[in-house]
């Protein structure tokens, strides 16, 4: 069993720049794409980025483009999100995922870990 534990959420303005953290129990993760997905209020839980194995590809939603960047320290078993130039719309729980495989896809079925999630507040 792999646990995943997010950090890094918060509430920030309009602009800011925020970096999520995702922490493995274990270090078998580093063979497995991961992903981040995330939930609004009344929402479907969405894709936001994915990185394989050794972070040599990357794939991101649409709206974060440019924004956001995914990346991975396989030594330290940690994901990272930096969110730059946020917006109201990015409000949502933010979680991360550890991928059936060894690179990360766009459905939550690709996925088989998943964290508890952080909490990330857009003020306008």
């Known amino acids: 069993q792999v646990q995943l534990v997010e950090s890094g959420g918060g509430l920030v303005q309009a602009g800011s720049t925020l970096t999520l953290s995702c922490t493995a129990s274990r270090r078998t993760t580093s063979n497995n794409g991961m992903g981040w997905f995330r939930q609004a209020p009344g929402k479907e839980r969405e894709f936001v980025a994915s990185i394989s194995w050794n972070g040599a590809s990357t794939a991101y939603t649409d709206s974060v483009k440019d924004r956001f960047t995914i990346s991975r320290d396989n030594a330290k078993s940690t994901l990272y999100l930096q969110m730059t130039n946020l917006k109201p719309e990015d409000t949502a729980v933010y979680s991360c995922?550890?991928?059936?495989?060894?690179?990360?896809?766009?459905?939550?079925?690709?996925?088989?870990?998943w964290g508890q999630g952080t909490q990330v507040t857009v003020s306008s």
């Open positions: 995922a550890a991928a059936l495989r060894s690179y990360g896809g766009r459905s939550t079925a690709d996925y088989r870990y």
